[in-house]
């Protein structure tokens, strides 16, 4: 069975920093892996998928990488403002499975200070 | 994109009781996934549910507990039922996005209380 480790558990930064939230996973069968982020009250957002073929994926201040090899993932948040605050998710969808469904890490919880 | 709408968005229930939460998604999709997230845990796939068809339950999940209905392509429910307090968690519904993308989408979530 698919296990997802998110490492920090928590984080907490002053504005400015660059982070890096770490993901690893035990079964390098996958499709694909997506970050998400979890605000309360109002579900998940989806922010970057990585097919399994691609090694990273950017959008605005945020890069993700993929290394299905060692089974490893990271997010990158350039320059964190106080609205990232945030619980970052990451979770793979497991080649030979469903599309859709995921296994997840338990998150990052993420807290960015003025 | 996909829109999707749970309602309620919470409640607070007595043990022994049942509570159906409702799904709506802005589209037609053939899928809908129900996940569970208890405190402090990473979130849990509960079911598949396919339209016309029986739900597919996780290892762990069973239809007793857990009934799902699929009446057409944009609607579902989950019924958490006979409540008790391990019941408590986040329940939340999703579905991936149209054909071709495989990005997938969540609902708000209920948070569900079972005292």
């Known amino acids: 069975k698919q296990e997802v480790t998110q490492i920090p558990a928590a984080l907490s930064v002053p504005e400015g920093e660059n982070l890096v939230l770490n993901c690893s996973f035990t079964?390098?069968?996958?499709?694909?892996l997506q970050w998400f982020r979890q605000d309360p009250g109002k579900g998940l957002t989806s922010l970057l998928l990585i097919q399994s073929s691609q090694r990273e994926q950017t959008s605005g201040r945020l890069n993700a990488s993929l290394d299905k090899s060692s089974g490893r993932s990271t997010l990158y948040i350039a320059a964190s403002q106080p609205g990232d605050s945030a619980t970052y998710l990451c979770a793979v969808s497991p080649r030979g499975s469903t599309l859709g469904r995921l296994y997840f890490g338990r998150g990052t919880q993420l807290t960015v200070w003025p | 994109s996909a829109v999707i709408s749970q309602k309620p968005s919470r409640d607070i229930c007595q043990r022994g009781t049942s509570l159906t939460i409702q799904c709506q998604v802005d589209?037609?999709?053939?899928?809908m996934f129900w996940y569970r997230q208890q405190p402090g845990q990473s979130l849990t796939l509960i079911a598949t549910?396919?339209?016309?068809?029986?739900?597919?339950?996780e290892s762990g999940f069973v239809i007793d507990k857990f009934p799902i209905s699929r009446p057409n392509l944009t609607f579902s429910t989950l019924t958490v039922s006979n409540m008790s307090p391990e019941d408590s968690s986040i329940y939340l519904c999703?579905?991936?996005?149209?054909?071709?993308?495989?990005?997938?989408?969540f609902g708000p979530g209920t948070r569900l209380l079972v005292l």
């Open positions: 999703s579905v991936r996005g149209r054909s071709g993308s495989e990005t997938q989408y």
């Open positions: 549910a396919n339209q016309g068809s029986e739900a597919t339950y």
């Open positions: 079964d390098s069968a996958i499709y694909n």
């Open positions: 589209s037609q999709v053939t899928m």
